[in-house]
């Protein structure tokens, strides 16, 4: 999976499907929203500045 950030949106793209929600920075975690969705993800920002959503949910710049 991947995701790019620009202006207030961020593109998610997993299995060759890309899908566009938005995202909010709060202090040391990023909130993501997704149109026709109840509930938002919420990620962590680590040490090194990746995105720790969970256990087995780690995403850092490449």
């Given at each position: 999976?991947?995701?790019?950030f620009?202006?207030?949106?961020?593109?998610?793209?997993?299995?060759?499907?890309?899908?566009?929600?938005?995202?909010?920075?709060?202090?040391?975690?990023?909130?993501?929203s997704?149109?026709?969705?109840?509930?938002?993800?919420?990620?962590?920002?680590?040490?090194?500045?990746?995105?720790?959503?969970?256990?087995?949910?780690?995403?850092?710049?490449?």
């Open positions: 999976m991947t995701m790019t620009n202006g207030g949106a961020v593109d998610v793209t997993a299995m060759g499907r890309t899908v566009r929600g938005t995202y909010a920075v709060s202090g040391k975690e990023v909130t993501i997704f149109d026709g969705q109840q509930s938002a993800k919420v990620f962590r920002v680590d040490e090194q500045g990746c995105l720790v959503g969970g256990p087995d949910e780690t995403y850092c710049k490449s």
